[in-house]
C-alpha cells in the first residue's frame, strides 16, 4: 500500500487527510453496538477523496488500483453496521459532492448516490410525486447508501424491502480494476451490488420508481395491552383499501421513557402504533381503529393545535427508536428480528413471554411475498457480550431470523450464508480484493462456518496495541 504516492496523484482532487475530519468521515452508527464500538471505535482511514463526477471516481479507484490502496465508499455514514468504516484504512471515496438528481419522469427519477433521501423526496414531490421508501434516517442519509446498505424502512408496509423486484430499476457501477469499467445493472443483475456495502463496485447512478406523493397523516394510536397493538397494526395493514406508509407497534415503557418529547400524551405502561396514513383514507381508517376497543389516538398531526409537537412520526421508528432509546440510555443496545412464521403475533407473544423487559418489542410492519410480517427492532439490556449472544441463539431456537446488527460483515449481518452473486462479481469488478476490505468473509475465508464472529485479520491495530500497550 502506497498511500503517500496515492495522495500526489491525487491532490488535484478535494482530498482530505486532517486528522479531525478524517476520523468523522471514517465513522458510522457502529457505536449503536458495544459489540462493534469494542472492536471498531479506532477505526480510521488514511485520507477520503470526494469525487464530483463519475469521471474522478474512474480516477481514483484507477490510482488507488496502481498502489494498492483500499478503498470504502461512503455516504453520509448513518448505517449502524460499521459497514462503512476502512478496517484496513486507505481511501475514503466520500460521494457528498454526486449530489444531482438527473430526471424525473413520470413513475421514476434517475439520481446521483450523494443525494440526501430527504432532497430526492422533495424534488420528486414537485412533479406530485414520491419516492417509495427511505430510512428513518431520511433528512440526513444519501440514496447511494440506502439502497448499498439498506434493506427496507418507512413504505415497506406497502412496498415490501429493498431489494423485492421492482424498488430498484437500475444501477450504474464502477469497478476497481487497472482500467475501471462503467456498468449497468437491472433486473436479475441488481443483487450483484444492491445491499453490497460497496464491496464489489461504487454506484454512480441510480435510478428509482415512483409513487404518488401524499401529505400524509401522522398518528399516535394508544393501548394499554401490546399484544392488542400488536394485533391491531397487523390488520390495519392487511386492510387493502386504506393506504399507509408505516405501522410500528412500540411496547411500553418505551414511549414513556425514551420519548420525551410525547410528555403528557402517553400514559404510564400505554404502548402505541405508529402510523402514516393518506389523506384520503383517514375515514376509512378511523372507521377501522372505531372498530377496535381500547385505541386511543393520542396524536393526530392534522389536528394537533399545541405549540410543540413531536415532529414526524418517522423519526420514531425503524432504528430511529433505537437511537432515541441510546440518548437516555447509552448503556442498552438492540437486535433485528425477522418475525416471518404462520403467525408472527404468536411468535412477538412467545419472545415477549420468555425475556420480558430485557427485550422490549418495537416491531415494523412490512409486506413480504404478498403478505405482512413483522420486523423487530427491539430494544435489549446489554449486559454482556455472552448474554447478547445467548439471547440470539434463543430467538433462532424459536423460529426468528435475526439480522445479526452486532457483526460488520454481509454474510454475518445477513443470512449467515454466502450470496454467489456478489462473490462473483467482486472476483470480476476487484481483483486485488481492494474495495471495502473485511466485509465480505466469503472472499476472505470461503470455508468460515459462522460458529463464532469473524475477526478480519486484516484489521488495524488500535493504536495502544501498535504501542505494545
Known sequence: MNIAAAKAALAHLELDDNPVSLKAKSRDFFWYSPVLKARLDHVVGDFSVAPRSEAEVIEVLRVCHAHDVPVTVRGAGTGNYGQAMPLAGGCILHMK??????????????????????????????????????????????????????????????????????????????????????????????????????????????????TAAYDWVDLFVGFDDFMVATRYALDLAREDGILIKLATPIEAPIPERYFPRLKGMVRPGQSLVALMVAPHAMDAFLTFTARHAGAEIVY????????????????????????????????????????????????????????????LQHLEVMREGGRCIFAGLPIVRFTTEARLEEIIRIHEAEGCMIFNPHRYTLEEGGRQSVDDRQLAFKREADPKGLLNPGKMISWDRPDWDYSRMYAYPGLRPAPAAEAGG
Open 97 to 210: 459532492n454526486m449530489n444531482r438528481v438527473r430526471e424525473i419522469a413520470p413513475g421514476r427519477v434517475i439520481t446521483e448516490p450523494g443525494v440526501l433521501l430527504k432532497d430526492l423526496d422533495g424534488e420528486c414531490n414537485r412533479t406530485g410525486q414520491e419516492i417509495r421508501m427511505f430510512s428513518s434516517t431520511w433528512a440526513t442519509a444519501t440514496v447511494g447508501g440506502f439502497i448499498a446498505g439498506g434493506s427496507g424502512g418507512v413504505g415497506s408496509v406497502r412496498w415490501g424491502a429493498l431489494r423485492d423486484l421492482g424498488n430498484i430499476i437500475r444501477l450504474r457501477v464502477v469497478t476497481m480494476e487497472a482500467e475501471p469499467r462503467v456498468l449497468e445493472f437491472t433486473g436479475e443483475e441488481l443483487p450483484r451490488v444492491s445491499h453490497a456495502y460497496g464491496t464489489n463496485g461504487v454506484i454512480t447512478e441510480l435510478e428509482l420508481p415512483l
Open 300 to 359: 393526530r398531526s392534522d389536528r394537533f393545535t399545541g405549540e410543540r409537537g413531536p415532529g414526524k412520526v418517522f423519526e420514531y421508528t425503524w432504528n430511529h427508536t433505537t437511537l432515541r432509546a441510546l440518548k437516555v440510555d447509552p448503556t442498552i443496545t438492540y437486535l433485528q428480528v425477522r418475525y416471518g412464521g404462520p403467525d408472527p403475533v404468536a411468535q412477538v407473544a412467545r419472545i415477549r413471554e420468555i425475556f420480558g423487559e430485557e427485550v
